[in-house]
């Protein structure tokens, strides 16, 4: 049923088959210029949940060896669930996939960016509705099979400052947690009625900050979806046009990870 997704990964096979074999040495495989990241590094400042661990990281070595030769490596611990990362389905629903489970094809897909900047402004605890992909479709047509709903709110502004991104800055606080998602409805419209790969925001979960029942992760997982959160310059997108790629850690019984994700513009 999803015919683009496997051309694409053709596609993006084929140019590194070429960019291997030579066949363009003079001009890169894939224009740096279309190329957004859309992660944020992980370090002291990456934001997480405020029950998770945060990043740390442990110098082993850094400097010249006794051999007289550079060498540098670090021992890195982190909770599964912060900074950009991926949902796998197993996060919120029992006996779907795992992280390393999850196929190229949720990862990689056409992106729909459906932006939401002026209702999050009006409304920390907004929550993307079915009229908001409805107006999406009307001035980009339907979405295509095997895309990536993504939601910006312009919550990246945000970003660096745990009290304006989560509404709380306090460990452990999950009472005062406020920043946009997706409404239940619209999750369940997406599930149903489009043929998506995934969702994903530029908040720290796929459901809106005060929630108690994570219903759209029970809905998106329990469909065997993965959800990326914490997304990086989701307002370089276009609404439509471009490829979004995103490659978590291959966590064995993962419920999910760390990931590098990025855009390639049309």
Avoid at 120 to 140: H, M, V
């Amino acid at each position: 049923m999803r015919r683009q997704v496997p051309s694409l990964l053709t596609g993006l096979a084929l140019l590194l088959l070429a960019a291997c074999a030579g066949l363009h040495p003079h001009a890169p495989a894939i224009d740096p210029q279309k190329i957004v990241d859309l992660s944020y590094s992980f370090g002291p400042e990456t934001i997480y949940w405020p029950t998770a661990e945060s990043f740390t990281l442990e110098r082993v070595h850094y400097g010249p060896t006794e051999q007289g030769y550079w060498y540098a490596a670090n021992n890195i611990s982190m909770a599964e669930h912060g900074g950009t990362h991926m949902d796998a389905p197993i996060h919120f629903a029992r006996g779907k996939r795992t992280s390393d489970q999850v196929p190229l094809t949720s990862c990689i897909g056409p992106a729909v960016v459906i932006n939401v900047r002026p209702q999050a402004a009006a409304d920390r605890d907004y929550r993307l509705r079915i009229d908001d992909i409805q107006s999406w479709e009307k001035g980009n047509g339907r979405i295509p099979a095997g895309a990536i709903v993504i939601m910006e709110s312009g919550w990246g502004a945000f970003w660096g400052n745990k009290l304006s991104y989560l509404g709380t800055d306090k460990p452990g606080d999950v009472a005062n947690l406020h920043f946009p998602g997706f409404s239940k409805e619209a999750a369940e419209f997406l599930v149903a009625q489009r043929d998506i790969a995934a969702i994903g925001v530029d908040t720290a979960s796929i459901d809106y900050g005060p929630s108690t029942d994570f219903v759209v992760h029970r809905i998106i997982n329990g469909a065997d979806k993965p959800g990326f959160e914490n997304l990086a310059n989701l307002e370089r997108l276009p609404a439509s046009g471009a490829t979004l790629v995103a490659l978590p850690m291959k966590i064995s019984g993962g419920s999910g990870g760390p990931a590098r994700i990025i855009a390639v513009l049309p």
